[in-house]
C-alpha cells in the first residue's frame, strides 16, 4: 500500500519515516514543488510522479495555507482515499465558514468579525474598543492596543483580503486535542508558560463529536480556551505539532494516525468487494431460478 504525505515543512520528516513502518511505500511531496495539469485530464505531479497513483495521500498542511492544496484534493478525491474532503479542507481553512459550521452545532466560540475593507475595520473597530486582535487569513496575528499601531496593520491589508477582527480572552488555560478517528489521542493543557498531559472529561468528548459534525475529517487537532466553567473553540487545523504533543504527553501521536488511515481504506475495500461478491452471487442465484 502507498501512501503520499504532502507536507510544507521539513517538520514531517518523524511523520515520513514512521510511515514507512506501515506502508509499503511512502513519498513526501512538498507543497510548494506541486504541479498541476487541467484540461482534459486533471493531474497532480510531484516531479513525473502522478499521486493518482497511491492509495492514500495525506495533507499536512494548515487549511489557511492556500486554494492550491483545496485543488489537489478536489482532483484527488475521486481516485484515491483522502483523509478529509476538498470542500471540509475548504472549510477549516476559512473560519468565518469553520465558525458557522460549529455554531451550528451548538459551540460555543470566540466572538470574532470577518472584514474584507480597511475602512469596514476602522468603522466596526470603533465599536469593539482597544484592544483587539488582527488575524490575516494565514493564521497570523497582531495585538492592536492603539490608534496608531491599527493603522499601520491594516495598511498591510488589501483591499478585498479578509482579516478577522478578534477580542482577546483571559484563559483560565488553553487545552490541546488531537483527535484521530473517534479517539481523542493525546490532551495537553497550558497554563500560561506551562504544559501538562490531562484526561479528558465529558464536556470535551461531547464538543469533539460535534466537531466531527461539522467537518467530516479522519483527525484534526482543536484547542479550547476554558473561562470558569465554559469551553470556547478557538480553532480547528489540520497539521499536528506532533514532536510537541509527543513531549508534553509522553505519546507516540504519528503511529496511531497512520495505521487508523490504513485500516480504514483496507475495511472500505473490503466492503466494495463484498458488495461486488453479494452482487454477483445475487445475480447468479437469479439465473439459477429462472
Request: aromatic share 8%; hydrophobic share 40%.
Amino acid at each position: 500500500m502507498k501512501i503520499a504525505i504532502i507536507g510544507s515543512t521539513e517538520n514531517n520528516k518523524p511523520v515520513v519515516e514512521e510511515a514507512g513502518k506501515v506502508f509499503d511505500e511512502v513519498l513526501y511531496v512538498p507543497l510548494n514543488a506541486i504541479k498541476l495539469e487541467v484540461g482534459e485530464d486533471q493531474k497532480v505531479l510531484y516531479k513525473d510522479i502522478d499521486l493518482s497513483t497511491f492509495d492514500i495521500v495525506l495533507p499536512l498542511v494548515n487549511g489557511s495555507s492556500n486554494e492550491i492544496l483545496y485543488l489537489c484534493l478536489n482532483i484527488l478525491e475521486n481516485s484515491v482515499y483522502l483523509p478529509i474532503s476538498s470542500e471540509d479542507f475548504f472549510i477549516i481553512g476559512k473560519k468565518c465558514l469553520l465558525m458557522k459550521k460549529l455554531i451550528d452545532q451548538g459551540l460555543k466560540v470566540r466572538k470574532s468579525v470577518f472584514l474584507a475593507s480597511n475602512r469596514t475595520s476602522r468603522m466596526i473597530i470603533e465599536s469593539l474598543k482597544f484592544p483587539i486582535i488582527i488575524r490575516s487569513s494565514s493564521g497570523k496575528r497582531v495585538k492592536v492596543t492603539n490608534k496608531e499601531t491599527l493603522d499601520n496593520v491594516l495598511s498591510l491589508f488589501r483591499a478585498g483580503n479578509v482579516r478577522t477582527l478578534e477580542k482577546p480572552i483571559e484563559a483560565q488555560s488553553v487545552i490541546w486535542l488531537f483527535v484521530v478517528g473517534n479517539e481523542i489521542i493525546a490532551s495537553y493543557e497550558q497554563v500560561g508558560e506551562d504544559l501538562r498531559s490531562i484526561g479528558v472529561n465529558g464536556d470535551l468528548t461531547s464538543s469533539i463529536y460535534s466537531i466531527q459534525k461539522a467537518i467530516n475529517s479522519d483527525f484534526f487537532v482543536v484547542n479550547f480556551i476554558r473561562k470558569k466553567n465554559s469551553l470556547i473553540v478557538n480553532d480547528v487545523f489540520l497539521s499536528p505539532n506532533f514532536s510537541l504533543f509527543n513531549e508534553v504527553t509522553g505519546k507516540n501521536t504519528i503511529s496511531p494516525l497512520l495505521v487508523y488511515l490504513k485500516k480504514k481504506l483496507e475495511y472500505e475495500r473490503i466492503g466494495v468487494i463484498t458488495s461486488i461478491f453479494n452482487s454477483v452471487h445475487g445475480f447468479l442465484k437469479g439465473l439459477v431460478k429462472s
